[in-house]
């Protein structure tokens, strides 16, 4: 026979059934409305977010855009920057190395003037004199020494002007690169899109980097590099034309002194050349009265041993005569004239002999003034011969060095001509 079992559960009463029933469907319509709720709040969040995200991406992506224009803008100017600066650095350099090549060019004006005023010590007694040649000599040895420092300093401000123009480059293309990196990067951020591989979620990426620097602070750090470089180039042209003019001032002071410097040779030739003829005739009119002072000498003594036949003949006359016999021994006229005749003939020979001796004096006079004439006529030659040595050298200041080739006819600055007597004699003399 079977039996009831009853299950040991609590049991409800209808009216709790009934309400649960109603509490269930009201819960399932208000949650039904809290997902509708939602779900319309969530589709205008999305359109939303949506929207601003298409806008957010596209201002940003303007915004990389025009950012990339200023850097690509900065760059561009810093590009022109750096070509000025580059040519602004080889004109520097290569005015500097025209203005080396023209101090070096100043050692041959220097060395050839100090060689002028070497050779001019070899000259002799009264021609070692401080005349026009030598001022000028010394004075166109302190216009070079006065353009070599003047060139020097000028080199030395090119130097000087190339590091600051190079510091300048370095700082502008440290600047270049920076730009350039920037737009390799901005650009690669401007051409990401959500379909790129390369995409992915980074660690804090809104953090501020150490080192960054605001807009205004970017801005005037180009600003600052590109009119430093500027500032650099305007002062490297005026020193540009400063090394120019001087180059130009110190070449046409040189040149003006070479030219005043020859004008004073050529004088002091001219004077030495008409004082050497001068001299030769002189020498040549005391040779002709030396040789008519010896004829005449010749002649005295000539007149001198006749005079003294003459009063041997009267001596012996008159010496002969005091052998007369007895009364024959009478002064007669005979007597008497051979008497004056012996006095005038001493007297004679008393004014002969003076004469003479004058005549000696002279002569002894006449020789050594020759002397004197023909020694100085001898530094004449010297100082003429050192003078024109000195020309000709000077001719390496006109003539190409390849090209100079000293005269072998140092006086007549020919190989064709025919000497001067003065020439020849100059030549002998050297």
Partial sequence: MATLSVKPSPRFQLPEWQTNSYLLSTNAERQRD????????????RNETNNQTIWDEH?????????????????????????????????????????EQNLQAKNLPLDVAIECLTLRESRRDIDVVKDPVEEELHKEVEVIEAAKKALQQKISQA????????????????????????????????????????IS??????????????????????????????????????LRE????????????LEAQRVATEFAFR???????????????????????ISELQEDIRHLEEDLRRKLQNLKLCHTRLEARTYRPNVELCRDQAQYGLTDEVHQLEATIAALKQKLAQAQDALDALYK????????????????????????????????????????????????????????CQLELA
């Fill in 34 to 45: 809290a997902s509708h709720q939602i779900r319309q709040e969530a589709r205008v969040l």
């Fill in 59 to 99: 201002d940003n992506r303007t915004r990389l855009a025009e950012r990339i224009d200023t850097v690509n803008r900065w760059k561009e100017m810093l590009d022109k920057c750096l070509t000025d600066l580059d040519a602004e650095i080889d004109a520097l350099a290569q005015m500097k190395e025209s203005a």
């Fill in 159 to 198: 130097f000087e002007k190339l590091f600051l123009l190079q510091e300048a480059r370095q700082q502008l293309n440290s600047d270049h690169r920076g730009k350039m990196e920037t737009l390799d990067i901005d650009r690669g951020c401007l051409s990401l899109n959500l379909t790129s591989p390369n």
């Fill in 201 to 238: 979620l980074k660690i804090n990426p809104t953090r501020v980097p150490s080192g960054s620097t605001t807009l205004q602070q970017w801005d005037d750090f180009s600003r600052f590099n590109k009119d430093r470089g500027e500032a650099e180039m305007k002062r490297a042209i005026e």
């Fill in 242 to 253: 400063a090394i120019a003019l001087t180059i130009a001032e110190t070449n046409n002071e």
């Fill in 267 to 289: 004088k002091r030739l001219r004077e030495m050349e008409k004082l050497y003829s001068e001299l030769k005739w002189q020498e040549k009119n005391t040779l002709e009265e």
């Fill in 369 to 424: 003034h020759l002397a004197q004439l023909q020694a100085d006529i001898a530094c004449k030659a010297n100082s003429m011969l050192l003078d024109t040595k000195c020309m000709d050298t000077r001719r390496k200041l006109t003539v190409p060095a390849e090209k100079f080739v000293p005269e072998v006819d140092t006086f007549t600055r020919t190989t064709n001509r025919t000497l001067s007597p003065l020439k020849t």
